[in-house]
C-alpha cells in the first residue's frame, strides 16, 4: 500500500504545528509550501531532525515550489495572514482572499483529487472561495472551524464541571465568528445531557452562558493574550477532519461544509455536523432546532452572507 501524502500550504504557526503532529501521528509523508523563502524547508528539516530523536519515520520536504505537492491526498490550508490586535475582519478578507486563489489554482493543477482543508481565516468565506479555484466537488473542500469551537467549549465546561474533556461530546452550528451557536441542548458528558448537571445543581445557566460567550470570543482571547492567533488547537482540529478522511471513518464532526438546502440554507458554507469518510463530506447531518437555536443560527447565517456579500464586491 503506497504511503499517504499530506501537503501543508503555509508552514507558520499553525502549519508548523500541522507539520509536527502529522509527524508524530505517522499519518504519512508531509510536503510543506510557504512562499516565504526558507520556512518550510527550515522547519522541515527541524522536525525530520527531531523524528530521527524520537525515533519516527516521517518523511518532510519543505519549498517555495508547488510541485512538492504533486498527488498529494489532503492539503490543509493556512496560507495568509493571521488576525492581530487590532485588524479589521475586512483587511483579513481582502489580503487573505487573495491567497487563497492562488493557492486553490496551485492545488488544482498538483493534486487534482486531494480532500482540501482550509483553515484560513475569514474561515466561511475563504472555504467557499477555495471551492471555487479548485473546482473541486463541495464534498471535497471543506473548512476547519467547529472542532476547534467544540474543543474550546468543551474545555471551559470541563474545568467548570471538574469532567473528563474526553467524555464532553458536543457541537458548535454557525459561522466561526462571534455569531457562532454552541449547542447546550446537544451536548452530553459521558452520554448524561448537560441538563441534568443544571439540574443537579453542578453549573448554573448563568455560568452555562458565560462559557457560551467566552467560546464565541475565544479566538479573540487567545489573540489578547498572544498578540497573535491561535495555532495548537487549530492544527489538532484540522488534523482530526484529515484523519476521518483518510482512515475512512465516518466520524461526524462540525465542520464548516457546503450547504445545499439543509437547515434552510443554499449555497453557502457553514458550520454544520458533517459525517466525513473517504468521500469527503459524506452526509450532512440536519439536527432539530428549537426557536432560540433556529434564530440564533439565522443570526449567524446572516453574518456570513454580509461576510460574502463584502467578498463578492473585491477585485480578485
Ligand atoms: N502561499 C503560500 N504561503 C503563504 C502565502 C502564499 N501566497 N501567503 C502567506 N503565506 C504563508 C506565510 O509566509 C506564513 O508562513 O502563510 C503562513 C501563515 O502563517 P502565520 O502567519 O504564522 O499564520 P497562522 O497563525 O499559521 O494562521 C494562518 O489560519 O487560523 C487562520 O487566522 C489564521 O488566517 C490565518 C491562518
New binding site residues.
Given amino acids: 500500500m503506497s504511503k499517504n501524502k499530506i501537503a501543508l500550504?503555509?508552514?507558520?504557526?499553525?502549519?508548523g504545528i500541522l507539520a509536527v503532529l502529522s509527524a508524530q501521528r505517522e499519518f504519512g509523508d508531509i510536503a510543506i509550501?510557504?512562499?516565504?523563502d526558507g520556512?518550510a524547508a527550515g522547519k522541515a528539516l527541524d522536525i525530520m531532525q527531531s523524528n530521527a530523536a524520537d525515533g519516527i519515520n516521517t518523511k518532510l520536504s519543505g519549498t517555495t515550489d508547488y510541485s512538492n505537492i504533486d498527488g498529494a491526498d489532503v492539503v490543509i490550508v493556512?496560507?495568509?495572514?493571521?488576525?492581530k490586535e487590532g485588524m479589521s475582519r475586512d483587511d483579513?478578507l481582502q489580503k487573505?482572499a487573495e491567497?487563497v486563489r492562488?493557492?486553490g489554482k496551485n492545488i488544482k493543477e498538483r493534486a487534482p483529487d486531494a480532500f482540501v482543508i482550509v483553515?484560513?481565516?475569514p474561515l466561511d468565506i475563504m472555504v467557499g472561495i477555495m471551492q471555487d479555484a479548485t473546482g473541486f466537488a463541495q464534498s471535497k473542500v471543506v473548512g476547519m472551524a467547529g472542532i476547534l469551537d467544540g474543543s474550546r467549549f468543551k474545555t471551559f465546561l470541563a474545568e467548570k464541571l471538574n469532567v473528563a474533556v474526553s467524555d464532553i461530546q458536543s457541537f458548535v452550528l454557525g459561522g466561526h465568528g462571534d455569531s457562532m451557536v454552541p449547542l447546550p441542548r446537544y451536548t452530553t458528558i459521558a452520554g448524561i445531557p448537560l441538563q441534568h448537571f443544571i439540574d443537579k445543581g453542578k453549573i448554573s445557566e448563568a455560568e452555562l452562558d458565560a462559557i457560551i460567550v467566552r467560546t464565541r470570543k475565544g479566538g479573540g482571547e487567545i489573540i489578547s493574550l498572544m498578540k497573535?492567533?491561535a495555532?495548537f488547537a487549530?492544527a489538532a482540529s484540522a488534523l482530526k477532519m484529515a484523519k476521518a478522511y483518510l482512515n475512512d471513518e465516518r466520524s461526524i464532526l462540525p465542520c464548516a461544509a457546503y450547504l445545499k438546502g439543509e437547515y434552510g440554507v443554499k449555497g453557502l458554507y457553514v458550520g454544520v455536523p458533517a459525517m466525513i469518510g473517504k468521500n469527503g463530506v459524506e452526509e450532512i447531518m440536519e439536527l432539530d432546532l428549537n426557536a432560540d437555536e433556529k434564530s440564533e443560527f439565522e443570526a449567524s447565517i446572516k453574518s456570513v452572507t454580509d461576510l460574502m456579500e463584502a467578498a463578492r464586491k473585491l477585485s480578485l
Fill in positions: 500550504i503555509g508552514g507558520g504557526n499553525i502549519g509550501v510557504d512562499i516565504f520556512v493556512t496560507a495568509g495572514f493571521p488576525r483579513l487573505n491567497v492562488i493557492v483553515v484560513t481565516n497573535t492567533s495555532y487549530p
